[in-house]
Nanobody, 116 residues
Framework: QVQLVESGGGLVQPGGSLRLSCAAS????????MSWHRQGSGKGREWVAG????????EYADFVKGRFSISREDAKNTVSLQMTNLKPEDTAVYYC?????????WGQGTQVTVSS
């Protein structure tokens, strides 16, 4: 079955960095685009970044452009999100997502808290 497992979240001070990882299994990872999303407390889930099947195309929400970088390593079935210059408003649960055959699959999420 499809599984997505996020890791790497934690507490970081404003201006700090974190690297999130998502380990995928149960599907042909290299053949599908992947994305990261987040959901802050009391807010809806929002798209953060996406990466194409071969990693050649990456896209970002305006609020993370220039600060976050998405990448994938198909040999390890992982997709990562490098986050720099973190802000308190980046505090959220971060999820990776894959869309397969009309079905959205999500991981359990990893909490990122940006606070001094």
């Amino acid at each position: 079955q499809v599984q997505l497992v996020e890791s790497g979240g934690g507490l970081v001070q404003p201006g700090g960095s974190l690297r999130l990882s998502c380990a995928a299994s149960g599907f042909t990872f290299g053949g599908l685009a992947m994305s990261w999303h987040r959901q802050g407390s009391g807010k809806g889930r929002e798209w953060v970044a996406g990466v194409s099947t071969n990693g050649g195309i990456t896209e970002y929400a305006d609020f993370v452009k220039g600060r976050f970088s998405i990448s994938r390593e198909d040999a390890k079935n992982t997709v990562s999100l490098q986050m720099t210059n973190l802000k308190p408003e980046d505090t959220a649960v971060y999820y990776c997502r894959v869309w397969i055959g009309g079905i959205d699959y999500w991981g359990q999420g990893t909490q990122v808290t940006v606070s001094s």
